[in-house]
């Protein structure tokens, strides 16, 4: 940082003609700079140190989802953030400038994740579940690699296998890695329950953006702490799978691709609901959650035989009795489809 300033020092003591060094003032020495390169680039030119005012924490949040970057230096008492120059310029921070202005507008919550519930990526980090969901979230990227995957279904074959736990932390743990932006879509209309995981009440999302009852702006809010967006199910509907049939429904899920890196979809179970299907025909793969002393083989041919083969990318195992240290199993499905 010092030298910096001596820099900047040195450069006004030779256009001034001074023997001695200035008065070491930050905010009028960066104003003469930034001064300089306009008379002397014009109006185009870009300054190598920029003057800004301090943005307020919860806007900052909202906007990158992570804390305020740290490639700079804050100067107490005269409200002036320098960033340092950095080359190349780091990827979170050109990622951060393209994007959207939307992203300015979704509200911001801090939640408070109860400490025995059951978002463990979040409540107990270092845990062997949260590792396991952290792994399948590794997992995820690889396939990436080969294969468009963008938009992530999560659902069972019936209800009570825990779809909408493994959603969460699947979620949770995808988040982790910045600066991809990951939304958490809660698909099951019928009977939504991932806002109380959160700590939230229910909140409008999904159903009152299909009825064009609210903008996205106000269908979307970031969630403070697990650093990842949310939206809600919102209110149920007379008939849920007509309005999922609509054609606003696949524009709003092309729209959220555009938004987001990872978008997470919740799904109903298959059995014996018609959501499911079509909410598969949107996404790009499918996790297939399995309940060790629920899931019936009857039941999982059923619900395997309901799903697209090509899209199916594997199967989340809860509550498995095999994993000596964890409660939660991941697995994956190797190369030739075979699970």
């Given at each position: 940082m010092s030298r910096i300033f001596d820099a900047l020092q040195r450069s006004e003591a030779e256009r001034s003609g001074a023997q001695?060094?200035?008065?070491?003032?930050?905010?009028?020495l960066l104003r003469h700079a930034e001064r300089r390169a306009v008379s002397e680039f014009g109006d185009n030119a870009v300054p190598e140190f920029?003057?800004?005012?301090?943005a307020k924490p919860e806007k900052v949040a909202v906007r990158s989802g992570h804390l305020p970057p740290k490639n700079g230096v804050s100067l107490a008492g005269n409200g002036v953030h320098v960033p340092l120059p950095v080359a190349p310029v780091a990827a979170e921070a050109t990622r951060s400038q393209e994007r959207p202005a939307i992203f300015e507008q979704f509200q911001l919550l801090r939640v408070s994740v109860p400490a025995q519930g059951r978002l463990v990526s979040v409540s107990d980090k270092e845990g062997a579940a949260a590792e396991a969901f952290r792994l399948l979230a590794v997992r995820l990227r690889h396939l990436r690699r080969d294969r468009p995957l963008k938009r992530i279904l999560i659902?069972?074959?019936?209800?009570?296998?825990?779809?909408?736990?493994?959603?969460?932390?699947?979620?949770?743990?995808?988040?982790?890695?910045?600066?991809?932006?990951?939304?958490?879509?809660?698909?099951?209309?019928?009977r939504p329950s991932l806002a109380p995981m959160f700590g939230l009440a229910p909140r409008p999302g999904l159903s009152e953006w299909l009825r064009?009852?609210?903008?996205?702006?106000?269908?979307?809010?970031?969630?403070?702490?697990?650093?990842?967006?949310?939206?809600?199910?919102?209110?149920?509907?007379?008939?849920?799978?007509?309005?999922?049939?609509?054609a606003k429904f696949s524009q709003l899920m092309d729209q959220l691709s555009d938004l987001f890196d990872w978008v997470v979809v919740d799904s109903p179970p298959v059995l014996p609901l018609a959501d499911t299907s079509v909410w598969s025909r949107l996404c790009d793969g499918t996790l297939l959650v399995i309940r060790q002393g629920v899931s019936e083989k009857r039941q999982l041919q059923r619900g395997v035989e309901a799903l697209e083969p090509q899209k199916l990318i594997g199967a989340i195992l809860n509550s498995s009795n095999s994993a000596p240290h964890s409660d939660y199993y991941y697995g994956p499905r190797s190369g030739n489809g075979s699970s």
């Open positions: 001695g060094p200035p008065v070491v003032d930050a905010t009028e920029e003057t800004v005012a301090p659902t069972s074959s019936i209800p009570q296998e825990g779809k909408s736990m493994c959603s969460a932390n699947l979620a949770c743990s995808l988040a982790l890695r910045a600066p991809q932006r990951t939304l958490l879509l809660e698909g099951d209309i019928r064009g009852e609210r903008e996205l702006k106000d269908s979307i809010c970031f969630l403070e702490g697990p650093g990842l967006w949310f939206m809600a199910a919102g209110s149920s509907s007379a008939n849920p799978l007509e309005l999922l049939q609509s």
